[in-house]
């Protein structure tokens, strides 16, 4: 029963056949080979345009150097207040684009609120010497807390960038799980909506360690490889990532991967929205869900077994949790199953 993060997963069979299929022999590095050529032409194929790709090692990376790509001296990204890049990041963004700064934007259910994102880039006019230089706007899809910003919400924000021409990142650790959740193409997900740069997940969904830099004009990929390589995230032996997102495309199996992940969380979901002893902290619609359940269950599940995080009540619902309970993140991933999750379910009614 481990709930604890999709980063506790191992890698999906299919995914591990094929790096191992792909390890003998030799193939030109750094990306030279025709493997990598292979899934660059898949990418544009996926998202229905010529795009820009670029392997890296970790979903910090991917973000990190996105946003670095755009900033300049005095910049400024404008994030959600949960939002990975500036909760979880160590620094990262900031460190890799030269110091340029992350602003928080508040908003419900884990996204930026479009017109608190308009009043905080209005804070940062263009000659704003002192305050900084309004450089780029970055939104997590799946977010951080479950949720998923819907096609038109996706168009707001990006509509509010244009106006001030500043470059729309996505954090998209989860992009299959949001694009199940939301029936949508990956291309109506990013560049349809405006969304100029992409932080492709594979890792969390099955691949062993397999992330990418999407830019969907490659004029603004120019300086990249540049960047990719001053920090350190060129990968010699490139071909195994390439392998890796191989394998994830397959007869869609990151798809599959992903559709099946979110069910175990809606499975979760079901089953605690129809317990006593639980309940839901707010909807979530991605493999992440986040319940209120009393100490004493926690206890239960964690002698049997269970693995998960307790989880910071938001500040925006101090009432959330009442004395003796607790609020836990449960993940879902590819390779959790239905007994996982209805075992878990039975220690809350134990
Ligand atoms: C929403 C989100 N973005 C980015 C990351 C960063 O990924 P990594 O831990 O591979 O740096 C994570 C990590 O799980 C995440 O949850
Ligand atoms: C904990 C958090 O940093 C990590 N990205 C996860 O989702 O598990």
Redesign the pocket.
């Known amino acids: 029963m481990f709930f604890?993060?999709?980063?506790?997963a191992g890698a999906h069979r299919s995914i591990a056949e094929r790096l191992l299929a792909e390890s003998a022999g030799f193939a030109p590095a750094y990306g030279a080979g025709d493997l990598d050529k292979k899934i660059e032409t898949r990418f544009c194929e996926i998202f229905e345009r010529e795009v820009s790709v670029f392997f890296v090692a970790t979903?910090?990376a991917a973000n990190s150097l996105s946003l670095a790509s755009v900033q300049r001296p005095g910049g400024i990204t404008f994030c959600h207040s949960e939002a990975?890049v500036i909760?979880?990041?160590c620094g990262a963004p900031e460190f890799f684009s030269g110091s340029a700064r992350l602003v928080a934007v508040d908003g419900e259910a884990g996204k930026i609120d479009p017109a608190k994102l308009s009043a905080k880039i209005a804070n940062f006019p263009e000659d704003a010497l002192r305050h900084g230089r309004a450089s780029a706007v970055t939104i997590t899809q799946a977010t951080?807390i479950g949720t998923v910003y819907s096609l038109p919400e996706i168009g707001e924000i990006a509509a509010i960038s244009r106006k001030r021409n500043l470059p729309l990142h996505m954090d998209g650790?989860?992009f299959a799980n949001a694009l199940i959740a939301l029936g949508a193409t990956p291309a109506e997900m990013t560049w349809k909506r405006g969304v100029d740069m992409l932080s492709f997940g594979g890792t969390?969904n099955g691949c062993w360690c397999a992330e990418a830099i999407v830019f969907f004009d490659p004029e603004r990929a120019r300086e990249m490889p540049f960047i990719r390589k001053r920090a350190a995230q060129l990968f010699s032996k490139s071909r195994f990532i390439a392998a890796q997102f191989d394998a994830y495309f397959e007869n869609g199996l990151w798809l599959d991967l992903a559709r099946h992940s979110n069910g175990m969380s809606d499975r979760l979901r079901a089953g605690i929205g129809a317990s006593n002893a639980a309940r839901l902290a707010w909807p979530t619609a991605s493999n992440?869900v986040f319940a209120v359940i009393s100490k004493s269950a926690a206890k239960t599940a964690e002698e049997r077994g269970a693995k998960f995080?307790a989880w910071p009540v938001p500040a925006a619902m101090p009432e959330l949790v009442a004395d003796g309970e607790t609020l836990i993140?449960l993940?879902t991933s590819f390779a959790t199953t239905e007994a996982d999750v209805d075992g878990f379910l039975k220690c809350l009614a134990a």
């Open positions: 604890a993060s999709d980063n506790w979903g910090t990975h909760e979880d990041e951080e650790a989860r969390k992440e995080y993140r993940v």
